[in-house]
């Protein structure tokens, strides 16, 4: 079947532009996270889902930074105003169901460079 | 809160010898542990995870992983390397009660000399 799948690849951006992410998680996949990969920085959780409720935000660095999932399925990461600093590959994950020993199942990414 | 320490950012190791990972957690309770292996050019695919029972997990691709409690260690280790496990290896801890993320180690990078 289908994996996760991430749009768009590559995304280049000029500085205080907005831009949008989208996650397409696995199907029956209940669960949906984000991470944000820098170089040498590891994953950075930023959120996560369940259905289409976001009980962890502790993630997301600051207030430009927002997601929404809908109908329980495709997820939208929304970066407003970007920073140079914003710049990284932006992963996503979906699991069966929001539990830690659950595995979860990754996407290519997104790899975003502000200008 | 959880947390992951991959000490060594970069090993290189000859085809066909044997690869110990190191990773070092810290959590209150007994924690659910996992290696990821993120491959160039594509998404990170998990190798095994450990929740409780017996220490000694075996994954895929011939790799394995020790917890150990009194270390506070869940090295990964395969006694062959092959050309293709040249990647990016990431520990990662979970919460075993309400707290439901991931927390990722910094990654080891592995390179292979033939």
């Known amino acids: 079947g289908a994996g996760v799948s991430q749009s768009p690849s590559n995304k280049v951006t000029e500085k205080g532009k907005d831009v949008e992410l989208r996650c397409d998680p696995i199907s029956g996949h209940t669960a949906l996270y984000w991470y944000r990969q820098s170089l040498g920085q590891g994953l950075e959780f930023l959120i996560y889902?369940?259905?289409?409720?976001?009980?962890?935000k502790s993630g997301l660095p600051s207030d430009r930074f927002s997601a929404e999932r809908t109908g329980g399925s495709v997820s939208t990461l929304t970066i407003q105003r970007t920073q140079q600093e914003d710049s990284a590959v932006y992963l996503c994950?979906?699991?069966?169901?929001?539990?830690?020993?659950?595995?979860?199942?990754f996407g290519p990414g997104t790899r975003l460079t502000v200008l | 809160a959880q947390s992951v320490t991959q000490p060594d950012i970069h090993i290189t190791v000859s085809e066909g010898a044997s690869l110990e990972l190191r990773c070092n957690y810290s959590y209150g309770a007994t924690p659910y542990l996992f290696w990821y292996v993120q491959s160039p050019g594509q998404g990170l695919q998990l190798l095994l995870k450990?929740?409780?029972?017996?220490?000694l997990v075996q994954g895929i691709k011939g790799f394995e992983a020790e917890f150990k409690r009194s270390q506070s260690s869940f090295n990964l280790r395969k006694p062959s390397v092959h050309w293709s496990d040249a990647a990016e290896y990431f520990c990662?801890?979970?919460?075993?009660?309400?707290?439901?993320?991931?927390?990722f180690g910094t990654g080891t990078r592995l390179t292979i000399i033939p």
């Open positions: 889902f369940q259905g289409n409720s976001a009980p962890d």
């Open positions: 990662a801890v979970g919460a075993n009660f309400g707290n439901e993320k991931l927390t």
């Open positions: 450990y929740f409780s029972g017996d220490t």
């Open positions: 994950a979906s699991s069966l169901v929001a539990v830690s020993y659950n595995e979860q199942f």
